[in-house]
Structure formats: structure tokens, C-alpha cells
Nanobody, 124 residues
Framework: QVQLVESGGGLVQAGGSLRLSCTAS????????MGWFRQAPGKEREFVGA????????NYGDSVKGRFTISRDNAKNSVYLQMNSLKPEDTGLYYC?????????????????WGQGTQVTVSS
């Protein structure tokens, strides 16, 4: 049984920072890319970013480029999302996702496993 568990969400003021974590279990995730998506109430799930298994390649959504950084620690089966200069429009439920392979698509259907999400709320 594959499990992805996110943590680190919370309430933060605009301009602040948060670091989300996602820990995977249930299988080895060698050669799996890991991604982050987010969903605000009434909106579509939006691609935030993704990282290859080796950590050498990343891809980010336009709205977070330059502010968010993805990293991973394969020894801990974990991926992280460092979020800086947060804005109220960054508010949403943040999901961790995994897919096999080295490409980093921004579409939700490309990812096979999902966590339950962690809530991020940015106040103005």
C-alpha cells in the first residue's frame, strides 16, 4: 500500500515562509518523480512543481517560480516544498504526488499516487 503523507501546513502572514514535507512509504520510490499541487476552494487543482528522483531537474508552475523551491532526500523517502514570499493567493490544500519516470509534467492525471493534503492559509 503506497502512502504519501504531507505535513507542515498552517497559517502564515503574507510575506512569510512555510516548509512542507511529504514522506512516502509502502514501496521504494527509486526513479519516481515527486510533485506538488494545490487546490483552492472552487478552483481546479494547480501544478506547483516537481522534481526528478535524482534531484537534478525541477519544474515549477509560473505562479510560484522564484518563490518556491522543491528538494528531496531519498534516504528519508521525503520531498520538501520551501515556500517564501507567500501571498494570499497561495492559500489552498497542498498535495504531494508521485509518478514513475524522469519527466515532470504539470498535469494531475500524469501522477499515480497522491497524499491527503495539508492546508496552507496566507492572511493579508
Amino acid at each position: 500500500q503506497v502512502q504519501l503523507v504531507e505535513s507542515g501546513g498552517g497559517l502564515v502572514q503574507a510575506g512569510g515562509s512555510l516548509r512542507l514535507s511529504c514522506t512516502a512509504s509502502g514501496r521504494t520510490f527509486k526513479n519516481y518523480a515527486m510533485g506538488w499541487f494545490r487546490q483552492a476552494p472552487g478552483k481546479e487543482r494547480e501544478f506547483v512543481g516537481a522534481i526528478t528522483w535524482g534531484g537534478f531537474s525541477t519544474n515549477y508552475g509560473d505562479s510560484v517560480k522564484g518563490r518556491f523551491t522543491i528538494s528531496r532526500d531519498n534516504a528519508k523517502n521525503s520531498v520538501y516544498l520551501q515556500m517564501n514570499s507567500l501571498k494570499p493567493e497561495d492559500t489552498g490544500l497542498y498535495y504531494c504526488a508521485a509518478r514513475y519516470g524522469s519527466s515532470l509534467p504539470g498535469t494531475r492525471n500524469a501522477y499515480d499516487w497522491w497524499g491527503q493534503g495539508t492546508q496552507v492559509t496566507v492572511s493579508s
